[in-house]
């Protein structure tokens, strides 16, 4: 499988999945359960808090991050391992005007309050659904994220 123009220059190809974050579908794995995707923030401040139960592995391609849980900072060209059950805050620099991170997700991103209760879940059939429904939406037809479902 080839993803052709990974980061596009038609911003219809990135789904919105909160205000001024963005991700670009590249592999969606529903046999085994993960996802691989660009995730692009525009923003500053506190992103999510947030755990998986299987390891999630991250590469910076553009701008900086780091986790309020830990004293690293995530630049261009680090990359990231997050074991399963950490919970972490993915915070993005006040300066830092666009952030773009590889990320492979396996399993479930559970997004918790800050005592460490559930308050929602990503997995890669929600991933599937917030693809097609964007890319209908926006005249690409829902059938285009199928290129990436395995």
């Given amino acids: ?5 990974a980061i596009p220059e038609d911003d219809r190809q990135w789904v919105p999945q909160g205000e ?12 085994q359960g993960y996802w691989m995707n660009l995730l692009k923030v525009r923003k500053a401040g506190v992103l999510s808090r947030h ?3 299987g390891p999630v592995h991250g ?4 701008g900086r ?11 261009e060209g680090s990359y990231v391992c997050e074991p399963p059950g950490e919970t972490h805050t993915l915070v993005v620099p006040d300066d830092v005007d666009e952030m773009i991170t590889y990320f492979q997700v396996n399993g479930v991103m559970y997004y918790v309050d800050p005592w460490g209760q559930g308050i929602g879940y990503e997995d890669v059939f929600s991933k599937i659904d917030m693809c097609r429904k964007h890319f209908m939406d926006v005249g690409l037809g829902e059938a285009f994220v199928d290129q990436f479902v395995r």
């Fill in 1 to 5: 499988m080839v993803v052709p123009n």
């Fill in 20 to 31: 001024n974050v963005w991700f670009r579908p590249l592999c969606l794995n529903v046999s």
């Fill in 51 to 53: 755990r998986h139960p």
């Fill in 59 to 62: 590469f910076v391609l553009k």
């Fill in 65 to 75: 991050w780091r986790y309020l849980e830990h004293d690293w900072i995530a630049t």
